[in-house]
């Protein structure tokens, strides 16, 4: 298992290119299942959690190769009847349930592993099922599986009781393919979402309403094939910004779109931190010490659950009190004991994490139980005096293309190396 070994202090300054997002990918991915043609996807980071995906279309009988640095995706015909998605995939990650509305659309049946739990929340998909069903499937639980089936899935008007990100794009990808027209009410507004409906579009699917929260969409008979360039991670940027102003460095965040990290912009700008924004590039400069500043996550356009780790980490190095307040998932301060234990004074309660920020940090070992968390510590130990071991870097394996590398160009000493325990 390997585990990055980060020497600190350092002030990181220069540009990176963020890759493309990992969550916007996934659910590109699964929109393969839609068609018989080929779809070529482009700026599809070379993460674990796509790899893993491609290998569950594999088996769903979509196969891939390179074309010139582009994923092409093509029906490979061998298993082309299979619509189940095993529980030894599902439990390794928990978007492979994105193949549901799809496999439901194109073949009437699908048998997707539940979920389950993981180290961030419970994470039910309730929502995801709802819908389908209000979409005229027949939807039963056994054996820890969702068998659901529809000959062909109709239109109907969804409202969904939380807006999902995941829902909202599964039941996107069954209601291109239903008889008639599908509403959707209360989706998400994440980027990815929008991301996906632009892919779909591109195949010939036809969706009104992008980039709100209701969406309609008009049935069509088949989708075809399509090129598309997957949208920047904002998450992935996101981070680098955050790892910037909290070193008192210098970074500037290329081809990106800076809409789409508006929050985090706006809160940088809170602790003091001075941006500046491009059309296509954000440049983050650390000046002298960073004030608090409180936070509270919220689905899109409100501050990333997914940058709620990293951002704690700056707020330690932050003058003052501050109040961070997780909405979005129950269990998502798993980050601060390690953070504690590397000279930060962080209490937790109930949903929100108290900073008493501006305590220096140093060196320490140190483990994560999730991917942001991981990233989190990575941060932190960027900023720490010392030596800082963090274990258990598959966790940002499966969202992170080559951080130790883009960590290094911006001058950070970060270094990857097998675990001996
Ligand atoms: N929820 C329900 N019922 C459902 C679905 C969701 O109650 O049927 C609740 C969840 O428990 C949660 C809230 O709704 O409290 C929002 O969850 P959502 O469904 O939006 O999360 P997700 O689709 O499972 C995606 C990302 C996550 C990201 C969240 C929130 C992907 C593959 N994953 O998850 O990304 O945190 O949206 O923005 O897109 C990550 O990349 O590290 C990550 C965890």
Do not use: W
Not at 54 to 78: I, K, N, Y
Not at 374 to 388: F, I, N, R
């Amino acid at each position: 298992m390997d585990r990055f070994v980060i020497t600190g202090p350092c002030r990181l300054s220069g540009a990176v290119r963020a890759s493309g997002a990992k969550n916007a990918a996934l659910p590109a991915l699964a929109a393969c299942l839609l068609t018989d043609e080929p779809v070529r996807l482009a700026r599809v980071p070379q993460v674990r959690d796509i790899h893993t995906f491609l290998r569950l279309l594999a088996h769903l009988g979509v196969g891939h190769q390179d074309a010139e640095g582009e994923l092409l995706l093509t029906p490979c015909g061998a298993r082309r009847s299979a619509d189940e998605a095993p529980y030894e995939v599902v439990k390794t990650m928990r978007a492979s349930v994105l193949v549901l509305g799809p496999l439901l659309a194109r073949h009437g049946h699908a048998r997707v592993s539940l979920p389950g739990g993981c180290a961030i929340g419970v994470r039910p998909i309730d929502q995801h099922l709802a819908g389908l069903e209000a979409l005229g499937a027949e939807v039963r639980l056994e054996h820890g599986y969702v068998d659901a089936s529809a000959p062909r899935l109709r239109g109907a008007r969804f409202r969904f009781a939380v807006p999902t990100v995941t829902g909202t794009e599964n039941l996107l990808m069954a209601a291109v393919l239903a008889r008639g027209q599908t509403v959707l009410e209360n989706c998400a507004l994440e980027p990815e979402v929008e991301d996906l409906a632009a892919l779909l579009t591109a195949m010939g699917a036809r969706i009104a309403g992008v980039g709100t929260p209701t969406l309609v969409i008009e049935g069509v008979e088949s989708l075809g094939a399509a090129r598309h360039e997957v949208v920047a991670d904002r998450i992935e940027g996101g981070t680098y910004l955050i790892a910037g102003a909290m070193t008192g460095g210098d970074v500037t965040l290329v081809d990106t779109r800076p809409a789409d990290l508006a929050p985090l912009i706006a809160k940088l700008a809170e602790t003091g931190a001075r941006v500046e924004v491009g059309e296509r590039s954000i440049r983050v400069q650390g000046s002298g010490r960073l004030r608090a500043s409180d936070l509270t996550t919220a689905p899109h356009p409100g501050f990333p659950t997914d940058l709620q780790a990293q951002f704690l980490a700056l707020l330690t190095q932050a003058e003052g009190e501050s109040a961070v307040c997780e909405t979005v998932f129950e269990n998502r301060f798993q980050h601060v004991p390690e953070l504690n234990r590397m000279g930060a004074e962080i209490r937790v309660e109930g949903n929100t994490a108290h900073v008493h920020g501006g305590t220096p940090l140093s060196g320490a070992r140190v483990m994560a139980t999730d991917l942001r968390a991981s990233a989190c510590l990575v941060l932190a130990g960027l900023a720490a005096e010392g030596e800082t071991v963090v274990d258990r870097i598959y966790h940002l394996d499966r969202g992170y293309e080559q951080m130790e590398i883009k960590l290094h160009r911006l001058g950070g000493r970060v270094e990857r190396t097998a675990s001996t325990s």
